[in-house]
C-alpha cells in the first residue's frame, strides 16, 4: 500500500536559525497538505499542493511540491519560538479507496530562545 | 462560531470498561474522521464516516465502534477489547469525504486507563 516517510523526526534549532522538514510519497500524488499542531493542541491545516514544481509561501514558510509529485518540503526561514509544534504532511487516498488522508511520521521542532 | 467540539478533554477508563468520545461539529461537513495519536507519533485513521448512517474502517479499528445517526455527531466508542487504549483521540471533519478538502480538527479526548 501507499507509504509516508518524513524526515527528521525532531529538529531543535536556536531561534533565527532556518528548518526544513521532508516529506516522501511511495506513490505519485494528486496533492499534499501540511498541517501543524502545537504541543498539546490538536493539528491545524496549513496549505495544498496540487501543481508539480509548486512553490507556495506564507510569510516565513515556503511549501514545495517535487517535480515527480512524489515528495514535498516545509522550509522556515528564520525560526521563531512561536514556530515550536510538529509539522505533519498529509498524502491522499484514491476517492475508491476512501479518499482519506494518510499522516506523516511528523517532525518535531524545538527553538531555543 | 462554527467548529468541533470533542468530550470529555479527559477520560479514565477502568479495565474492562466500554467508554464513548463525544464529537460534534457544526460545520455541516459531510464527513467525519476519529484519529489515534500516541506520544511521538503521528495520526492513525480508526474510523471515518463520509455520509451520514454510513461509516468505514480505518488502519486500527479493532476494539473500536462508531456511529453516524445524524449529520453533526460521530460518537466513538473504546470497547474493552482495545487493549491498550491510552492515547490521544482526535477527532476532525471535511466538507466532503475526499482527500483534496483540508480536515478541522477538534481539541481532542485524552484516554488513560486507571
Known amino acids: 500500500g501507499q507509504q509516508v516517510m518524513q524526515i527528521p523526526q525532531y529538529q531543535h534549532v536556536q531561534e533565527g536559525e532556518d528548518f526544513t522538514t521532508y516529506c516522501n510519497s511511495s506513490?505519485?500524488?494528486?496533492?499534499i497538505q501540511w498541517y501543524k499542531q502545537r504541543p498539546g493542541g490538536h493539528p491545524v491545516f496549513l496549505i495544498q499542493l496540487v501543481k508539480s514544481g509548486e512553490v507556495k509561501k506564507q510569510k516565513r514558510l515556503t511549501f514545495q511540491f517535487g517535480e515527480a509529485k512524489k515528495n514535498s518540503s516545509l522550509h522556515i526561514t528564520a525560526t521563531q519560538t512561536t514556530d515550536v509544534g510538529t509539522y505533519f504532511c498529509a498524502l491522499p487516498t484514491p476517492y475508491n479507496q476512501g479518499g482519506k488522508l494518510i499522516f506523516g511520521q511528523g517532525t518535531e521542532l524545538s527553538v531555543k530562545p | 462560531d462554527g467548529g468541533i467540539t470533542q468530550s470529555p478533554k479527559y477520560l479514565f477508563r477502568k479495565e474492562g470498561q466500554n467508554v464513548t468520545l463525544s464529537c460534534e461539529q457544526n460545520?455541516?461537513?459531510?464527513?467525519m474522521y476519529w484519529y489515534r495519536q500516541d506520544p511521538g507519533q503521528g495520526l492513525r485513521l480508526i474510523y471515518y464516516s463520509q455520509i451520514v448512517n454510513d461509516f468505514q474502517k480505518g488502519d486500527i479499528a479493532e476494539g473500536y465502534s462508531v456511529s453516524r445517526e445524524k449529520k453533526e455527531s460521530f460518537p466513538l466508542t473504546v470497547t474493552s477489547a482495545q487493549k491498550n487504549p491510552t492515547a490521544f483521540y482526535l477527532c476532525?471533519?471535511?466538507?466532503?469525504?475526499?482527500?483534496?478538502?483540508?480536515?478541522?480538527f477538534g481539541d481532542g479526548t485524552r484516554l488513560s486507563i486507571l
Open positions: 476532525a471533519s471535511s466538507i466532503e469525504g475526499v482527500s483534496w478538502e483540508p480536515q478541522h
Open positions: 460545520l455541516n461537513h459531510d464527513a
Open positions: 506513490t505519485t500524488l494528486s496533492n
